[in-house]
């Protein structure tokens, strides 16, 4: 089986600040939702688990197997999609034809970076290779997985696995500390 999970809130999702690969750590609250998840989920098998290298996704994954003896291993293709230039702007939403917006209102009219972002063309790329070469295999096998990741890169995974069109990109919504089984 394959599971997926978001890392806990920071202060930068508290302020409404787009995070991308800023590489920012959990806050307390995210710290305690980690903890609540890991007593919520304690009883789930799970046999391996991988994670974005970014903090705030270790960090989350470290304090929901804490003393399951779960491997945790780091990859660079879970970390989350950049957002170049716009990372650490606050309230995008609010402002007036903000490019960056399109990413998340139409993500199928979203065709070439902006202000240095990664494109869906290169998140799926690296995302996909990531399922296909790590995943699949332990799928295969019998194995249950666990990626701790982002709200981008994991509804990447869910529109790849559930073949969804790139306009229903974030039609599934990614709660923190919440594991969603694939």
């Not at 920012?24 to 998840?37: F, H, Q, S, V, Y």
């Not at 919520?40 to 705030?56: A, V």
């Not at 230039?85 to 199928?108: H, M, R, T, W």
């Not at 995302?127 to 981008?152: C, M, N, Q, Y």
Request: charged content about 25%; overall charge negative.
């Amino acid at each position: 089986m394959l599971y997926i999970m978001r890392h806990g809130i920071t202060d930068w999702n508290q302020a409404h600040k787009l995070q991308g690969k800023t590489d920012i750590p959990l806050n307390d609250e995210g710290r305690k939702m980690a903890a609540a998840a890991a007593e919520e989920y304690k009883d789930l098998h799970i046999d391996i688990c991988f994670c974005s290298p970014l903090k705030r996704a270790y960090e989350t994954a470290t304090i929901l197997l804490d003393g399951r003896n779960i491997p945790i291993k780091t990859d660079e293709r879970l970390s989350e999609m950049c957002f170049g230039d716009y990372e650490g702007l606050a309230y995008s939403f609010q402002i007036p034809d903000c490019p960056i917006n399109v990413i998340f209102q139409k993500p199928e009219e979203y065709k070439a970076s902006i202000g240095g972002s990664e494109t869906f063309e290169e998140l799926f790329d690296r995302t996909g290779s990531f399922l296909r070469e790590v995943v699949e295999p332990l799928l295969k096998d019998g194995k249950d997985v666990l990626i701790v990741a982002h709200g981008a890169l994991n509804s990447c995974i869910i529109t790849q696995r559930k073949h969804l069109q790139i306009k229903d990109f974030w039609s599934n919504g990614i709660p923190q500390c919440k594991i969603m089984e694939l």
